[in-house]
Every structure is written in C-alpha cells, then in structure tokens.
C-alpha cells in the first residue's frame, strides 16, 4: 500500500481532479450571472424568448440525466412535466400556497415515477420506450377524463390570479419568471455537473456500455437507475409547475404534449448526449435556428429546421458537442460516409 | 477454511439442467482449472457464481456466508470478481475509468475517493501490463488488450476469488505464455482462481486441481495428472480427438466469419 500513499501525495494530482469540477462551475455561475442581468437590455419579447430557452434548457437536462447519461430513452417526460403543471394548478386553485402546490405535484410526480420505473426500467432498448410511451398517454388520457377538485380535465384552467406574483406589473412579472426559469436551468445544469464529474456518472456511463459487466464490479445498476429517473422526473416534474405559473393557464393536451419532450431530445441528440454542454448547444442551436427561419420563411420553419437537424445528425450523430472538441473534420464528407456505413440497418 | 463451496447447485431452462446438482469448492490460494466439453455448463456454473444468474436450487456459500441469493453487484463487494467469455469493456469511458470503476464500487467496506480510485487504477494498470494507457480509449485495445483490461477492472475491487471465463481464447501462442504467466501472479500474490479454459495444455500446466464437467454434472474430480489419466474424462472430453478438432474448427471459423 506504499505506492497507493505515494501517489496520493502526488503534487497536482488532488487539484486536478478539483479543476476537473471548479472551472465548469466557474464558467456556469459566470454565465448565470450574465444571464441574470439580460432583463435591463432585453425587450418583453426578447426575455420572453430567454425564458424559454432557460425552460427549454432545464428540461434538456432534466431528460439528459436519465436518456444521455443512463441511455434510456425515456418519453415517459411528459407524464411529469404534464403533473406537475395539472396537479399544481388543481391545489392553487383549491387556495393551496405556491409553494405547496409545487411540493404536492412532485411528490405526486416522485410517485408515479417510483411506480412506473420500477417495471419499466428493468426493460430493454425499445421496449423500454414503448412503455415509458404508454404511461405518457395513458396519464393524459386519465386527466382529460378528470373531474375532481373542481377540475375538468379538458377544460383550460386560469391561474394567473391565484399565482401570487399576479399582483406585478408585467415587466416585474416577466422578469421574476426570467429568473425563476434561470434559476431552475442553473441548477439543473448543476445538478448535471455534479453527476458528471461524481463516481455515479461514471457508473452511468458503463451501465449504458454494459449491465451485467457493471454490475459485476459492485455498481447497484437497477438502484442507480431508478435513482437517476427519479431525479430527472423531479426536475422535469418541477419545470412544468414553473410553466404553469408563468403562461398562467394550463391545458392539459398541453401540459402532457408529447411534442414538448420530442424537441427536447432532439436538442439533446443535437448537442451531444450524456455531456454536460451539449444539451445547452443543442436548446441554443434549435431556438435560433426557429428565430431566424421562423421570421423569413415563418411558414417552412418546421421543414427546414429539421432538414438541419438531420443533416447534422447524419454527419456527426455524437451531436455538435464533438464537431466542437473535434473540429472542421467531425463534419467532413468522409465521417457522413463512415457513419451511414456504422448506423446503416441491413 | 474452506473458501467458496457449493451444494446440489442446479439450473433449469425449462426441461434443460445446464447445472445439475453439482458439488463444488475452492480453497484460498488455490488455481482450479474448470474444464468440460461444450455445452457442459460452465459459463452457466460461473454465472450462478457470480450471481449473473440465480440458481434454480442449491446453496452457494463464500467464507462462510450463503450468498445464494445476493446480487450480482453484492457479491462483487465480499471479494467474487470475474471476466468475461467476450470481453466487455465500457467503450463510453476511457481504459482508466473501466478499471477505476471496479475501484471505487467493487471494493468491501470504506468507500474509495475519485483521487484514490485513480491511483489504484494506476497500480491494476500496472500489474496486468497495460501501464501507462489508461488515458486511451478501449477501441484501440487489441483482443489480448481487452482481456488485460477485464483482469485490470476485476483487480482494482480487490478480489479475494477471480473467475476467469475463457482467458486464452483468441490469444497468440506469445499472449497465452504472458496470460498464464499473469494468472500465475496473481495466484502468487494471494489470490484464488477459479479459470474455465479449453486450452487443455494450459489448464494442466497451471492448475493445482481440475474440476470436469459435463452435462450440467461434475464428471471428475482431481490433480492435473489424475484428470488426465481418468479414462471418463478421456471419453467425454479428451477421447474424441477427430470430433474435438471438427469443433474447434468450427469454432475458429465462427470466429474469424
């Protein structure tokens, strides 16, 4: 054990592995701070732009956790982003506080993914996507047939009134769900880069290469897991109560939209999967693209944008994340070659 | 004391025994050579182990303790690592982190640190040979490679018993001299082996004892030379030369196809 001491005192190894968290968490409350001034040169629409890619950034991660990092493909995201906005609502406007209505629609979100996940994320690959499809839809299904607690399930319900920052002007408004938003993408980026750098991303990391080989070096796959999806569907749980408070009203079509979650995989996809910027490339990529289409040929947007989308994930499927560590050659003509060879069906 | 022992271990597939009440045990320090036809069962045997797979029925006791029923992962913390048959390297994360896993998870008692695993990573690197390329990624490995590494990860958690499935398949005539050089080692430093190998010139020359299989079922029992002379084992394993060679055969162009 003399080389195991001997190696430990090794001058800069200690502080590298303290770099290795530090400098990305200086480079994030940086860029928080920044971000936290944008409202005094921002207009009503460009915060309202801002705060939804904070939202958008949020929920990237929040589904990175468990689809990037644990390789699970989950669109079970819209069951608790869905509850977390309905389930909110339905307590503010029974004269719950605030704050308890977004406790009561997590730990009613915490939940459904502790009885959901632990079946499901026992299956594999597709049909672990498939299942996780269903309770989305079956979830939806059951709240559009809702009537309880003065909640009609197909009903739009307002709670601008019973969110208690009604009272502000809509500047101030607009600006506390700027920060709000802000607030929750910080942290989840946090909480991304705690796992990143941390002993259960890399376990993470090899349960998505191989189970049965992790498991037999001591990691606890199934625990770490549905660990990992709990903790994304707290978050994504979380984002869709802020939402709710924000637009003020909820729809539950909307709140369990499928569409939502599927632009927040291909933000993902886009940007790099399983990394820490990658997602927050993949939101910024997405919305400006939208921005730009979206104002010179509004009536394409859709079209061309996912032409892009597709012509990126066909020359570099790792997303931009890579093109950037990579450089000019991730995007080149011969890797699109290598990759249709690599991912082609036959 | 004894240190892993088995009794009436059995496996069923259905109507198919692939363990079939077999009778097993290891003392500490010893290297025993698990051997068998194809299809005898030993992957099977190793899996119910290693808690990859639970028995049907039987009792699996590892110094002292039943741990018939504990996980995988649970097994892998009192001391049970274990290669695989194909290698499986983690190819997300670079060769360091494949071993610094079983560092920081595989490991009983105290919880390791990221710096800590790190090092003892390093000294597993080290003593497998692959010193030096932990910052590569595990494509660029050869097959002899990635099997130092499967040893490297088990090796890093600290095992007291190692099971080697197949550690000499796919190797040149030099690798096989260096893996058994490397299993010889690892024995020297206090560590139990327990090595399914079709080598048989190797399974003799480094084996303390020989266990057979066959049909889910032990067949023999005993030292290299023993083995060798059993006229059963001859005739299940050893006898049929002209159908061993047509199998082998297969096998290499299984592979190579």
């Known amino acids: 054990m003399k080389v195991d001491v001997l190696t430990l005192r090794r001058a800069g190894d200690g502080d590298k592995r303290l770099s290795s968290v530090a400098q990305p968490l200086l480079i994030l409350l940086c860029v928080a701070g920044a971000m936290a001034l944008l409202p005094l040169v921002l207009g009503p629409y460009g915060l309202r732009v801002a705060t939804t890619a904070c939202m958008y950034l949020a929920l990237a991660q929040s589904w990175n956790l468990i689809g990037g990092y644990a390789g699970l493909v989950s669109l079970a995201h819209p069951a608790f982003i869905g509850t977390g906005a309905v389930a909110a609502a339905i307590c503010l406007i029974n004269g719950l506080p605030i704050a308890v209505a ?17 079946p499901t994320l026992r299956l594999q690959g597709h049909y672990f996507v498939v299942a996780t499809l269903l309770v989305s839809e079956a979830l939806r299904n059951f709240v559009l047939n809702l009537d309880a607690f003065g909640f009609q399930g197909g009903v739009s319900v307002n709670i601008v009134s019973h969110v208690g920052v009604s009272a502000l002007g809509s500047e101030a408004y607009n600006r506390f769900f700027y920060h709000l938003m802000l607030g929750l993408a910080i942290a989840a980026m946090a909480v991304v880069l705690a796992f990143d750098r941390s002993r259960w991303g890399l376990a993470l990391r090899t349960i998505r290469d191989n189970e ?21 569907a707290g978050m994504a749980s979380l984002i869709g109560t802020a939402s709710a408070f924000w637009i003020g009203t909820v729809e539950t079509n909307d709140a369990y939209s499928l ?3 599927f632009e927040v995989i291909v933000m993902v996809f886009l940007g790099g999967k399983g990394t820490l910027w990658g997602p927050a490339i993949g939101v910024g990529f997405v919305l400006l693209l939208n921005e730009v289409i979206g104002v010179e040929f509004a009536e394409v947007t859709q079209v061309v944008s996912g032409l892009i989308v597709v012509l990126i994930v066909l020359f570099q499927p790792e997303g931009l994340m890579a093109a950037l560590t990579e450089g000019p050659k991730a995007l080149s003509l011969r890797r699109l070659r290598e990759n249709v060879r690599r991912y082609r069906v036959s | 004391m004894t240190l892993l022992a088995t009794s009436g271990l059995t496996k069923r597939f259905g109507g198919l025994a692939a363990v079939n009440g077999v009778d097993f045990s290891a003392e500490p320090g010893e290297i025993i050579g698990l051997i068998g036809p194809n299809g005898a069962g030993k992957t099977t045997f190793v899996d119910l ?7 049907t029925a039987g009792r699996i006791k590892f110094r002292g303790r039943d741990v018939t029923q504990l996980a995988s992962h649970e097994r892998s913390r009192l001391g049970l690592a274990r290669t695989f048959q194909i290698p499986r390297p983690f190819a997300g994360v670079s060769i360091r982190e494949n071993v610094m896993l079983g560092a920081l998870f595989g490991r009983a008692g105290r ?9 003892l990573a390093e000294q597993a690197l080290q003593r497998v040979g692959l010193a030096g390329q932990g910052d590569r990624a595990t494509g660029t490995l050869t097959v002899a490679g990635r099997k130092r590494l499967e040893v490297a990860r088990c090796l890093a958690a600290d095992p007291t018993l190692l099971f080697f499935d197949e550690p000499l398949g796919g190797l040149n005539p030099t690798e096989v001299k260096e893996a058994l050089d490397l299993i010889r080692a690892l024995n020297a430093s206090g560590v139990t082996i327990v090595f399914i190998e079709h080598i048989v010139s190797a399974v003799i020359s480094v084996s303390h004892r020989i266990f057979v299989l066959a049909d889910g079922r032990k067949l023999a029992e005993g030292t290299p030379q023993e083995i060798l002379a059993n006229q059963t084992v001859q005739r299940a394993y050893l006898g049929d030369v002209k159908g061993a060679v047509n199998r082998s055969r297969a096998a290499r162009q299984r592979r190579a196809g």
């Open chain 1, 102 to 118: 977004a406790l009561v629609a997590l730990a009613l979100s915490l939940s459904i993914a502790l009885l959901v996940g632990a």
């Open chain 2, 49 to 55: 182990l290693t808690g990859v797979q639970l028995p």
């Open chain 1, 259 to 261: 569409l939502i979650t």
């Open chain 2, 111 to 119: 919880d390791v640190g990221m710096a800590e695993a790190r090092a």
């Open chain 1, 212 to 232: 049965a080989a992790a498991a037999a070096l001591g990691v606890a796959a199934a625990r770490l897991k549905l660990v990992v999806f709990l903790l994304s």
